[in-house]
């Protein structure tokens, strides 16, 4: 049978090809995008093995040559489909990345300028040359520095220093490094030996006129099996390099391709690899297996050894450096600044939607070798960003920590982006909760106490700010949850309550958000946050405030009891969800993991003094202001806020009893309890496998997922010392043997809050002494008589409150 074999047209090609020189090399030394083109009369329509491309695998890598090849060796196959998954835990691979390490360089002064271009003044390449030859041969940070710059000043993109440093100059270490790491890991756990496998191997592309058009390279090729793999440690396959493909396997077919990745393969990708088995298959007269995919988690760890003096050190989480700027650079003292993926990956997103899109274009574009992390700079939603894991608080330690983060769905349209602000954030509040005693987490939306609106050193931070902001949000969002014409829950509430000259009342409550039990796991020196749960509680209280034309009722005990089962049965579930889920709420859960954290880290102080002793119960909050672009606001912003709410009205809805329109609403928040439970460790192994390791290793790559998740763990800690310090404990630590979980909180709480008669003000004042907790464990969720912010019956949203319990004492374990 003759079969005409043509090119899908969505793999068509344009007329001139990426030379092979320009694709290897999409960055060149200095730093410069120098893509080469063919001139060629058409697309490729032939290709065939470049002669003497590709060297033996074993020895490319560094290992003694084999005399044979392994029976064993090469991928397995998956027999029932095209992906082969291999279930094993996460395994790491190591890659160089020396010049991180001068992550702490400024722009170059204009001396610096001077010094840069002087060894070949007039030759830009020559002088970088020049200074290549004095870095090697002294090994000074001094000279290596004056190379950068060089190579900065020979730079005609016209980038600004940071952008250059991390956007070329890193991205072409990784390029150069890391898929090198990769195959050198995949050559030694699948035995890639011998003399049947070669790597970097070539295939030349011809036009119709037999003029070369172009390349594929292939990371290794089986001579014996005629199969040509690509490895991937982002598994992330490229259109172009998918069509070149296409070519292949027209003018060989007697050869398959398969693709490994170090990372889930997405949707997409599984896609184009079965796309390809299908326009292979077709080409091949339906002959199966031709082309094949093999997902195998890995870990890149990126080997940088920090130099004091040219390394970047944050402040974030750093409680030796908890003053001055936002930064602490190549000048901080030995015990100040944290470094990791974290920290990196954070730093390198952009700061608006645009930057972001710019960066993550601007990084495909250049990434020929498939070492981006996963979706590239955009690919973390820093919208998730929480504090995880916190350990390693030995005096003159600092702190190691661990963020999570989900995955962006979409990087490549919508990337991620404000990482930097979001790290801020979560430092900060952990600050905060450390600084200020427990009783000044309160805030206070009360129509009759407009002068008792929150603390004003909490008033001072982020962390005040957000929990005031999300208790007018709250309101807003009850408003909207008892709204008849959008929930059956609050019709269900509408048509069971009692009523009064035939309107159903509203019963006069406080509603609060407030902690649920946090489920944490304490092992060898650290905290694992595991699940930290919010709850909205209500509970009735008369009031004095309502607004013009409010509907009042007269209730009895049981009417009151009624009600309130009737709202928490019925409207309560729907604003309990969204304070948990909304992105509205996103900062309310960062703040609050912090907060957790902030407990923890105030109990292991409380044994034995850490680095944070001196700032625990200062009531010293300024160096963690109100940040840009909030900086500007006040309290009394949102009190004004809220007070037009409740005059004027958010929700209206019009209920069908008595042809009468009218509105409600509520709020609140309270975060000066942190009940949490310590799992048993059964638990935590069943329900968190892996999740010590990947903890572990988020402190080493800046692409450790927890298993085949999309979520993301990245992790930091001290900068002294080494890119590999580890201060948190051996990754499979044997761990201390903790009581079994009895249902209760557990752990002694911090400072208790004063008693609730005596509501805290906006003033400084010493409050008097509190009583202290019987059962002598943090307050569990909930409270027997809460001081939480109240809500009313109004004409209009009367979204309203009263000040936020403080200290209460923990409910019995029979009613949490």
Same mark, same amino acid.
């Given at each position: 049978?003759?079969?005409?074999?043509?090119?899908?047209?969505?793999?068509?090609?344009?007329?001139?090809?990426?030379? *092979?020189?320009?694709?290897?090399?999409?960055?060149?030394?200095?730093?410069?995008?120098?893509?080469?083109?063919?001139?060629?009369?058409?697309?490729?329509?032939?290709?065939?093995?470049?002669?003497?491309?590709?060297?033996?695998?074993?020895?490319?890598?560094?290992?003694?040559?084999?005399?044979?090849?392994?029976?064993?060796?090469?991928?397995?196959?998956?027999?029932?489909?095209?992906?082969?998954?291999?279930?094993?835990?996460?395994?790491?691979?190591?890659?160089?990345?020396?010049?991180?390490?001068?992550?702490?360089?400024?722009?170059?002064?204009?001396?610096?300028?001077?010094?840069?271009?002087?060894?070949?003044?007039?030759?830009?390449?020559?002088?970088?040359?020049?200074?290549?030859?004095?870095?090697?041969?002294?090994?000074?940070?001094?000279?290596?520095?004056? =190379?950068?710059?060089?190579?900065?000043?020979?730079?005609?993109?016209?980038?600004?220093?940071?952008?250059?440093?991390?956007?070329?100059?890193?991205?072409?270490?990784?390029?150069?490094?890391?898929?090198?790491?990769?195959?050198?890991?995949?050559?030694?756990?699948?035995?890639?030996?011998?003399?049947?496998?070669?790597?970097?191997?070539?295939?030349?592309?011809?036009?119709?006129?037999?003029?070369?058009?172009?390349?594929?390279?292939?990371?290794?090729?089986?001579?014996?099996?005629?199969?040509?793999?690509?490895?991937?440690?982002?598994?992330?396959?490229?259109?172009?390099?998918?069509?070149?493909?296409?070519?292949?396997?027209?003018?060989?077919?007697?050869?398959?391709?398969?693709?490994?990745?170090?990372?889930?393969?997405?949707?997409?990708?599984?896609?184009?690899?079965?796309?390809?088995?299908?326009?292979?298959?077709?080409?091949?007269?339906?002959?199966?297996?031709?082309?094949?995919?093999?997902?195998?988690?890995?870990?890149?760890?990126?080997?940088?050894?920090?130099?004091?003096?040219?390394?970047?050190?944050?402040?974030?989480?750093?409680?030796?450096?908890?003053?001055?700027?936002?930064?602490?650079?190549?000048?901080?003292?030995?015990?100040?600044?944290?470094?990791?993926?974290?920290?990196?990956?954070?730093?390198?997103?952009?700061?608006?939607?645009?930057?972001?899109?710019?960066?993550?274009?601007?990084?495909?574009?250049?990434?020929?070798?498939?070492?981006?992390?996963?979706?590239?700079?955009?690919?973390?939603?820093?919208?998730?960003?929480?504090?995880?894991?916190?350990?390693?608080?030995?005096?003159?330690?600092?702190?190691?920590?661990?963020?999570?983060?989900?995955?962006?769905?979409?990087?490549?349209?919508?990337?991620?982006?404000?990482?930097?602000?979001?790290?801020?954030?979560?430092?900060?509040?952990?600050?905060?909760?450390? *600084?200020?005693?427990?009783?000044?987490?309160?805030?206070?939306?009360?129509?009759?106490?407009?002068?008792?609106?929150?603390?004003?050193?909490?008033?001072?931070?982020?962390?005040?700010?957000?929990?005031?902001?999300?208790?007018?949000?709250?309101?807003?969002?009850?408003?909207?949850?008892?709204?008849?014409?959008?929930?059956?829950?609050?019709?269900?509430?509408?048509?069971?309550?009692?009523?009064?000259?035939?309107?159903?009342?509203?019963?006069?409550?406080?509603?609060?958000?407030?902690?649920?039990?946090?489920?944490?796991?304490?092992?060898?020196?650290?905290?694992?946050?595991?699940?930290?749960?919010?709850?909205?509680?209500?509970?009735?209280?008369? %009031?004095?405030?309502?607004?013009?034309?409010?509907?009042?009722?007269?209730?009895?005990?049981?009417?009151?009891?009624?009600?309130?089962?009737?709202?928490?049965?019925?409207? %309560?579930?729907?604003?309990?969800?969204?304070?948990?889920?909304?992105?509205?709420?996103?900062?309310?859960?960062?703040?609050?993991?912090?907060?957790?954290?902030? =407990?923890?880290?105030?109990?292991?102080?409380?044994?034995?003094?850490?680095?944070?002793?001196?700032?625990?119960?200062?009531?010293?909050?300024?160096?963690?202001?109100?940040?840009?672009?909030?900086?500007?606001?006040?309290?009394?912003?949102?009190?004004?806020?809220?007070?037009?709410?409740?005059?004027?009205?958010?929700?209206?809805?019009?209920?069908?009893?008595?042809?009468?329109?009218?509105?409600?609403?509520?709020?609140?928040?309270?975060?000066?309890?942190?009940?949490?439970?310590?799992?048993?460790?059964?638990?935590?192994?069943?329900?968190?496998?892996?999740?010590?390791?990947?903890?572990?290793?988020?402190?080493?790559?800046?692409?450790?997922?927890?298993?085949?998740?999309?979520?993301?763990?990245?992790?930091?800690?001290?900068?002294?010392?080494?890119?590999?310090?580890?201060?948190?404990?051996?990754?499979?630590?044997?761990?201390?043997?903790?009581?079994?979980?009895?249902?209760?909180?557990?752990?002694?709480?911090?400072?208790?809050?004063?008693?609730?008669?005596?509501?805290?003000?906006?003033?400084?004042?010493?409050?008097?002494?509190?009583?202290?907790?019987?059962?002598?464990?943090?307050?569990?969720?909930?409270?027997?008589?809460?001081?939480?912010?109240?809500?009313?019956?109004?004409?209009?949203?009367?979204?309203?409150?009263?000040?936020?319990?403080?200290?209460?004492?923990?409910?019995?374990?029979?009613?949490?």
């Amino acid at each position: 049978m003759n079969l005409t074999l043509r090119i899908p047209s969505r793999w068509r090609f344009a007329a001139r090809f990426t030379a *092979a020189v320009g694709l290897a090399a999409a960055v060149t030394v200095t730093g410069l995008p120098a893509i080469e083109t063919a001139q060629a009369a058409g697309p490729p329509v032939t290709a065939k093995l470049k002669p003497g491309s590709g060297k033996r695998c074993d020895t490319r890598n560094g290992l003694p040559p084999a005399a044979r090849t392994p029976a064993n060796s090469g991928f397995p196959d998956n027999l029932t489909g095209t992906i082969y998954k291999d279930n094993a835990l996460p395994k790491n691979f190591e890659f160089d990345l020396p010049g991180q390490a001068y992550d702490g360089l400024r722009a170059p002064t204009a001396a610096e300028k001077t010094k840069a271009l002087s060894q070949v003044p007039g030759d830009l390449d020559k002088n970088v040359d020049a200074w290549k030859k004095i870095a090697n041969a002294s090994g000074k940070p001094a000279d290596r520095a004056m =190379e950068i710059y060089a190579r900065y000043l020979a730079n005609k993109e016209s980038l600004s220093f940071k952008d250059w440093f991390d956007k070329r100059y890193i991205r072409n270490q990784i390029n150069n490094h890391k898929g090198s790491g990769f195959e050198r890991q995949l050559v030694t756990d699948y035995k890639l030996i011998g003399p049947d496998w070669l790597c970097e191997v070539t295939v030349e592309l011809f036009d119709a006129n037999g003029e070369k058009v172009g390349e594929r390279r292939y990371d290794a090729y089986n001579k014996r099996t005629k199969e040509f793999n690509e490895f991937k440690s982002n598994s992330k396959l490229t259109a172009k390099q998918l069509a070149k493909d296409r070519v292949v396997a027209r003018s060989m077919p007697d050869h398959t391709f398969r693709f490994t990745g170090a990372k889930k393969f997405t949707t997409g990708q599984v896609n184009h690899i079965n796309a390809l088995e299908r326009d292979v298959r077709e080409m091949r007269n339906g002959k199966t297996g031709q082309v094949r995919g093999n997902q195998r988690f890995y870990n890149p760890v990126p080997k940088t050894t920090p130099i004091r003096g040219y390394s970047d050190h944050q402040r974030w989480f750093a409680p030796a450096c908890q003053t001055g700027g936002t930064q602490v650079m190549a000048a901080g003292a030995n015990t100040c600044g944290t470094r990791g993926p974290a920290n990196q990956r954070a730093l390198s997103s952009g700061k608006t939607l645009e930057e972001a899109k710019r960066f993550q274009a601007d990084a495909r574009r250049l990434d020929t070798r498939g070492t981006l992390p996963r979706g590239g700079p955009g690919g973390v939603d820093f919208t998730t960003l929480e504090l995880r894991y916190v350990g390693g608080l030995e005096k003159g330690k600092g702190m190691t920590y661990s963020m999570r983060a989900d995955q962006m769905p979409d990087p490549d349209n919508t990337p991620g982006f404000g990482g930097a602000a979001k790290m801020q954030l979560a430092s900060d509040s952990l600050f905060t909760w450390l *600084a200020l005693t427990p009783e000044k987490f309160w805030v206070n939306l009360n129509p009759d106490q407009p002068d008792k609106i929150m603390d004003n050193k909490f008033a001072s931070t982020d962390a005040g700010r957000i929990l005031l902001d999300a208790d007018l949000d709250m309101k807003h969002d009850f408003a909207a949850a008892i709204n008849p014409e959008k929930f059956a829950g609050a019709k269900r509430f509408w048509d069971t309550q009692p009523r009064e000259d035939g309107i159903p009342c509203f019963p006069d409550v406080r509603l609060w958000i407030e902690p649920e039990v946090a489920k944490v796991r304490e092992e060898n020196g650290g905290i694992y946050i595991l699940d930290t749960p919010l709850k909205v509680s209500t509970e009735w209280m008369d %009031m004095d405030w309502s607004a013009p034309g409010a509907h009042q009722c007269t209730w009895t005990d049981a009417e009151k009891r009624f009600s309130e089962t009737n709202l928490r049965q019925n409207v %309560m579930p729907e604003v309990v969800k969204r304070v948990n889920n909304d992105p509205k709420y996103a900062d309310l859960r960062r703040v609050y993991t912090s907060r957790v954290a902030a =407990e923890y880290i105030r109990q292991q102080d409380a044994k034995k003094p850490t680095d944070f002793h001196d700032i625990i119960n200062s009531n010293d909050v300024k160096a963690w202001p109100l940040r840009a672009p909030n900086d500007k606001w006040t309290k009394q912003g949102t009190y004004d806020r809220y007070m037009k709410s409740a005059r004027e009205g958010v929700e209206w809805f019009k209920l069908e009893y008595d042809g009468k329109t009218f509105n409600q609403g509520v709020g609140g928040v309270d975060f000066s309890k942190q009940p949490k439970r310590n799992i048993t460790r059964t638990q935590f192994r069943v329900q968190n496998r892996d999740l010590d390791n990947t903890t572990t290793n988020s402190r080493k790559s800046d692409d450790a997922s927890y298993r085949d998740t999309d979520t993301l763990y990245l992790g930091a800690g001290p900068g002294g010392g080494g890119s590999d310090e580890d201060p948190g404990g051996d990754p499979t630590p044997t761990p201390t043997p903790t009581p079994s979980d009895t249902g209760k909180p557990n752990d002694p709480p911090s400072t208790p809050a004063p008693d609730p008669s005596t509501p805290g003000g906006g003033d400084d004042k010493p409050t008097p002494p509190a009583t202290k907790d019987p059962d002598g464990h943090l307050a569990g969720t909930g409270s027997d008589t809460p001081v939480g912010l109240i809500a009313g019956i109004a004409a209009a949203l009367a979204a309203v409150g009263s000040t936020l319990t403080w200290w209460m004492r923990r409910r019995k374990a029979a009613h949490e």
